[in-house]
């Protein structure tokens, strides 16, 4: 039997944790990763369904398997968000698929493996969460779940079904893993969650604030982050924990969505624009520097040109250091699709486009600002562009290429003069 497998990942940070675990637990039973699909015995496809053709993107890929499989004989399996939607519907259209697993199932794959589940799309009780198992890529950074799923709804997306429930893990084991990482060298941890900052532990009741301060108190660990946050969820006792520890990354994820009150209530975010310029007034009260990041749908049904606008000057008020922006997707199954159609796909195009253009000025400035100071970079591994220079993040989150000795440990803070800007990243050299 050829015992190697080949994983393909697509979509968030959730997908790339999820795909660490299979492989870590694949590699725990005997079998070795490959990175040409042609040799595998075994092809996991772990997929996203968060907007987009995203449903037809796997079938055409699927497509070119089905060729693949004819030759090498390979088991197939669909996971990820886009098992979970279509669940049995994949084996219909793709027959030659030998299983389909959904999220809630990642920690349960040896039933899938020895065939005694194929379409497996349920949210088992005991979600089974090996951490010693995780096949993770880099030596000086760890993801962690701290919670699963998303209660919260908001109509235009698809997580709900696909991820199921919010699920937080207990505090314990949370800081068991972050340990354990630490203990291997990854003093970079960042946690993850859908709504990370829902986390609330089943056990003692403990909220996200305390999590936040009780890992960022962990010995050698150097580095913080977190994410997705929901703005709905900020408590004061999260943002003191990131005011008062160092070493948790002055950033902040914040989607918005939209800078119009009434788009926000079609949505179902749960906040106004003015309760969300309020919430971004009291974290910069306490971190000024911090750099804001966001994501915005255009295009929702509905959306007018003034509330468009509105998202422009909402955009322009906080000035995000970075933004991600997408039209409005359907998705199957949302309550948005009752709502009415998208808005014409020309002027979302239109639309989009002005936005980028917007903040595209903005975060210039804001990069240039940086010109000419030393900051603090934590070293994580060669330039992806040019691999004769070293990179890293400042606390800000913000990436810096710089020139500095190739013989300089993973995991250290580097001062870095910061000399220009470019694109989306900062280049200098250590000092
Ligand atoms: N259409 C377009 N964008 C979406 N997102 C989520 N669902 C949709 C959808 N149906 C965007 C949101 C979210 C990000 C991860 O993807 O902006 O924050």
């Known amino acids: 039997m050829n015992n190697t497998f080949f994983i393909e990942t697509w979509g968030c940070q959730m997908n790339d944790l999820d795909s660490q675990r299979l492989s870590g637990n694949l590699k725990l039973r005997g079998w070795r990763r490959v990175d040409d699909e042609k040799q595998a015995g075994l092809i996991l496809l772990n997929t996203c369904s968060i907007r987009d053709k995203s449903e037809q993107k796997v079938y055409s890929r699927l497509g070119e398997l089905r060729e693949l499989k004819k030759k090498s004989g390979a088991q197939i399996g669909v996971c990820g968000c886009v098992a979970q939607q279509e669940g049995e519907k994949i084996l219909k259209r793709a027959p030659w698929v030998d299983f389909v697993m959904g999220p809630g199932n990642v920690g349960h794959l040896d039933e899938v493996l020895t065939g005694s589940k194929t379409v497996a799309v349920d949210f088992p009780e005991d979600r089974r969460y090996d951490y010693l198992a995780i096949d993770r890529p880099s030596a000086t950074k760890a993801q962690v779940t701290i919670m699963e799923g998303c209660n919260k709804n908001c109509t235009f997306c698809i997580v709900p079904t696909t991820r199921g429930r919010e699920v937080s893990r207990t505090f314990v084991d949370v800081l068991a893993e972050v340990r354990a990482a630490v203990d291997s060298g990854r003093v970079e941890i960042e946690l993850l969650g859908q709504t990370v900052n829902a986390y609330r532990c089943p056990e003692s009741g403990r909220d996200f604030g305390a999590l936040l301060s009780a890992v960022a108190e962990i010995p050698s660990l150097v580095r913080l982050r977190f994410m997705t946050s929901h703005p709905a969820e900020v408590s004061e006792g999260m943002i003191e924990a990131m005011r008062d520890h160092a070493n948790i990354s002055r950033y902040l ?48 049904p509905g959306e007018s040109e003034e509330d468009f606008q509105q998202t422009l000057s909402l955009v322009a008020e ?26 014409d796909d020309e002027v979302a195009s239109e639309r989009l486009a002005r936005l980028f253009d917007r903040h595209e000025r903005m975060k210039r400035s804001r990069l240039e600002s940086y010109q000419g100071k030393v900051l ?56």
């Not at 009434?262 to 007034?281: A, F, N, Q, S």
């Not at 060669?382 to 993040?393: E, F, I, N, Q, Y």
């Not at 993973?410 to 470019?422: F, N």
């Open 318 to 343: 906080i000035d995000y250091g970075s933004l991600f922006a997408f039209k409005y997707s359907p998705r199957p199954g949302t309550p948005s699709l009752k709502i009415g159609p998208p808005v």
């Open 376 to 431: 603090p970079v934590l070293y994580d591994g060669l330039s992806k562009h040019d691999p004769s220079m070293l990179a890293g993040r400042t606390d800000d989150n913000w990436v810096v290429n710089f020139v500095g000795d190739p013989a300089t440990p993973l995991g250290t803070m580097v001062g870095v003069r910061i000399a220009h800007a470019q694109h989306h990243t900062l280049r200098g050299e250590a000092v």
């Open 253 to 300: 994820h914040l989607p918005v969505q939209s800078g119009s009150s009434k788009v926000l209530r079609r949505m179902k975010r749960l906040y106004t624009r003015e309760k969300y310029l309020e919430t971004i007034g009291r974290i910069r009260a306490a971190i000024p520097d911090i750099h804001f990041s966001t994501d915005i749908i255009v295009g929702f």
